[in-house]
């Protein structure tokens, strides 16, 4: 939050002067019209209470003004938090790479971008009439002293014990508060996972189970919002309550002083008008502090973010990666990824496939080695250059087909429409309204589940990678298109190192050599044909999806 107003000092320091002038200028009418009781009022003189009348109403226009500009320079105030504070955030997001995932929950990133900042945002407006409160109150403390410093002691002493009244209030929501964001994050994320899964959840008849847990989290951050409510209640009831009651405290002491003549009725008139416009600053004392607090909690997520370390910032470079096309080894199942062939991994387990393809690019700790040295200690930068692990599910951001697909500067036409020809993506691009140039919404889904995941295995291919490691690339497509692919698929990757994990047998059949992964171990190495008739367990495994496959057909 300091950060955020050194951002921006001199506009803060106009909202200061604004504020202190139009909280300061809230004392000045109390004053007239005490001058206009005693002057023009009492003694029935009618051209003195005119002055003092037009003195109040010019008065007021001016404090109309001030209240105009203050709160036009607080928006812009606000309003510059917020985008500064969203500049950071995405940068963080962008750097964090493959780590973010990991390390933050999907809600906690969508809490911090559609809540936290806006909180921490309106943290600055109050530096503006938080200054003026200030000054006001010393102000006014001067302007009572001179009337009543019996008064005026009573106002000093007052205030700060409202302040310190409600202080256990603001650090007990602080706690509730920090609470309940947690539990917002957390089932922000499981509402993200259940969206990107339904129709998954709805295939295997997980929807009811997943809308009872849902449910149950979602029960159990109401009761936490409760207990949110209830202390902000309190804060807001002690917030207008409080100064009221200490208005009338002053208002029964100042009277008692004009009964005994103590002071005169326009004095009196003026110090409860004093103590009224003390209110305004006193309520934004109460409501700073209640700002504040949020502000921090929202804050302290922010900074969880933007302190995020992505992959490799930590890491010492040890060793440089080889300087051609080289082998790549797991040392944990045993597998070796030969130089310019076209690999396919077939796993019992889909989640130990997915730990080797994170592995082989880094993305997970490994002791893998690349050209015999270890591919943890080469700098990051150049092993994703060089190494491309593509998801069947990975992002699509939204845009145009050619803008998904044009993702180095130098690419041409025919490049991208030999990549797509190798996913066998033509049609796709044919059945949409305007072609390449038609728009898609973010991770296209305009598009069918077939479609996308060919269109994200052409822009794979346009990267052109020295290794490239696909996971399921044709999970969800039919088999005719899924033939063609695989047949493409080696055309279009000649010479280079590809690695496919599936157990399709239409892949498994067009790659050079297949390595069969049971309990994390590479059990047998070989060509489709060889291990289909030498391993029981390869041939039970790729049987079940011909089986599939013969039911899709």
Known sequence: MWWLVRCEPVRVLRGALIGTLWMVGLSVRPYLIARAVDDGLRPNNHTALLWWVAAIVAAGVALAWLGIMRHRTMTFVREDATARSAAVVLRAVSRGGAALSRKLDAGEVATVGGSDISTVSAVL?????????????????????????????????????????????????????????????LL??????????????????????????????????????????????????????????????????????????????????????????????????LEGGYQVIRGRVSARRIIALLTLVPDGADE???TQPPGRPSELHDPATGLRVPVGKLLAVAAADPAEAIALADRLGRYANTDVTWGGAPLGGMPL??????ILVDEHD?????GTVREILHIRPDLTDAQIAAALHAASAEDVIEALPQGMDTPVAARARTLSGGQRQRIRLARALLAEPEVLILIDPTSAVDAHTEARIAQRLREHRAGLTTVVMATSPLLLGRADIVAHVRDNTVVAVGTHAELTETDDGYRALVSRDADIEEVAR
Do not use: C, N
Not at 394 to 398: E, G, M, Q, V
């Open 125 to 185: 407006t109050i530096t503006g009439p938080g200054v003026g409160a200030i000054i006001a109150y010393a102000v006014a403390a001067v302007v009572l002293w001179s009337i009543s410093p019996l008064l005026a002691l009573f106002v000093l002493l007052g205030v700060p014990a409202m302040a310190i009244g409600i202080g256990p209030l603001l650090r007990r929501f602080e706690g509730v508060e920090s609470v309940y964001r947690h539990k917002h994050g």
């Open 188 to 285: 922000t994320a499981r509402a993200t996972d259940i969206v990107a899964g339904l129709r998954v959840l709805a295939g295997v008849g997980g929807r009811g189970l997943f809308a009872r847990a849902y449910a149950d989290r979602s029960g159990d951050l109401r009761d936490e919002g409760y207990r949110v409510g209830a202390v902000s209640s309190w804060i807001f009831a002690g917030t207008a309550a409080i100064p009221g009651m200490f208005l009338a405290a002053v208002v029964w002491l100042a009277a008692r002083m004009t009964a005994a003549g103590e002071i005169t009725v326009g004095q009196m008139v003026a110090v409860y008008g004093y103590v009224a416009i003390l209110v305004v600053p006193v309520w934004f004392f």
């Open 316 to 318: 010492a470079v040890t």
């Open 381 to 386: 930068a150049e092993v994703r250059a060089r």
């Open 394 to 398: 990975s992002y699509l951001f939204a």
